[in-house]
């Protein structure tokens, strides 16, 4: 039971390259997340999928696309990388009852955009 | 608009003392308030969690205890440990449309000294 998995662990972009963040679980929930984690700003909700087939904007998604491929896989694409957009990129995953509160959180990706 | 205020950033704490961290909510429709603890280079982890109806909660040496008319609630660390040193997230959490919109304090960055 690996819980929540991400790849890479780390990228390096240039400016206007594209790019697509991997995320699985395989602990059979409904809900998944996308945040991004910078200093002194906690963690905010990019996209987030509430179940398969769904996905709903956070609070900063503009730049960033996703896709709920199944139940256990939920990628986000950076079409255009701006220096902006340098980050920790945590998934999260919760529930397999509709109202579950915990999240269950990836390792991380780090991501540097020059 | 940050809705969960977090104090204090940094704290330095000697080997079993208490370590103590505010936060304060705005939305008195989050019903669901977690502790996330971070150690460097992984992703966040679920420590303890309260709901509004209880005034404390303690597991171990981690106390949480919650104030709802003032909107405040606070994590002590007991006999704090070496191991502790992390970064800690206060949250607040709601049903909204079937996922959980969780909102995350900025994090304080704990640092316990021998």
């Known amino acids: 039971n690996a819980g929540v998995t991400q790849t890479p662990k780390f990228q390096v972009l240039k400016t206007g390259q594209s790019m697509t963040l991997q995320c699985a679980q395989d602990m059979n929930h409904n809900s998944m997340y996308w945040y991004r984690q910078d200093p002194g700003m906690g963690l905010r909700l990019i996209y987030y999928?509430?179940?398969?087939?769904?996905?709903d904007k956070g609070e900063v998604p503009n730049g960033y696309n996703v896709s709920r491929l199944n139940k256990r896989e939920f990628s986000l694409r950076l079409e255009s990388a701006a220096p902006s957009q340098t980050s920790v990129y945590f998934c999260?995953?919760?529930?397999?009852?509709?109202?579950?509160?915990?999240?269950?959180f990836g390792p991380g990706t780090r991501l540097t955009v020059t | 608009q940050q809705q969960v205020k977090q104090s204090p950033q940094s704290l330095i704490v000697q080997k079993g003392g208490i370590s103590i961290i505010n936060c304060a909510y705005e939305n008195t429709a989050f019903d669901y308030f977690p502790w996330y603890q971070q150690f460097p280079g992984k992703g966040p982890a679920l420590l303890i969690a309260?709901?509004?109806?209880?005034s404390e909660k303690k597991e171990g040496r981690f106390t949480i205890s919650f104030n709802k008319s003032a909107k405040q609630f606070s994590l002590h660390i007991m006999d704090s440990q070496p191991g502790d040193s992390a970064t800690y997230f206060c949250?607040?959490?709601?049903?909204?449309?079937?996922?959980?919109?969780?909102?995350f304090g900025t994090g304080t960055k704990l640092q316990v000294i021998p």
């Open positions: 999260a995953s919760s529930g397999e009852e509709v109202f579950s509160y915990e999240q269950y």
């Open positions: 999928s509430a179940s398969e087939g769904t996905t």
């Open positions: 949250a607040a959490s709601m049903n909204s449309g079937g996922y959980q919109k969780v909102t």
């Open positions: 309260i709901r509004p109806d209880v």
